[in-house]
């Protein structure tokens, strides 16, 4: 069983930055890829960024390339999404999520899921 707690949402102007943590319980953190998504109301969950169980490969979505970067600290059990370059179409409920067998854009098949922070950014 792993217990995500999401961190750092929050308001920003457009082309500001918010970093968002992602608080992992358990002792077996570096055994499960992480990914981060995000969904506005109406929409289906989107996929954002994983990370894989080492941190060595990372995978992102095409419209936040360049200005996102995810990474993790087994040591901390967390991971992390560093925003740059925030858009107003960034706004969104930010999730993170735990997939034991890889990184995978499909929520479905993450295992765990945290609660969401809010991320609003305005024009």
């Known amino acids: 069983q792993v217990q995500l707690v999401e961190s750092g949402g929050g308001l920003v102007q457009a082309g500001g930055s918010l970093r968002l943590s992602c608080a992992a319980s358990?002792?077996?953190?570096?055994?499960?890829?992480m990914g981060w998504f995000r969904q506005v109301p109406g929409k289906e969950r989107e996929f954002v960024a994983a990370?894989?169980?080492?941190?060595?490969?990372?995978y992102y979505e095409d419209s936040v390339k360049g200005r996102f970067t995810i990474s993790r600290d087994n040591a901390k059990n967390t991971v992390y999404l560093q925003m740059n370059s925030l858009k107003p179409e960034d706004t969104a409920v930010y999730y993170c999520a735990a997939d034991a067998l890889g990184m995978e854009r499909v929520a479905g098949l993450y295992d765990y899921w945290g609660q969401g922070t809010q991320v609003t950014v305005s024009s």
């Open positions: 358990g002792r077996t953190f570096s055994s499960y890829c």
């Open positions: 990370i894989s169980w080492s941190g060595a490969r990372t």
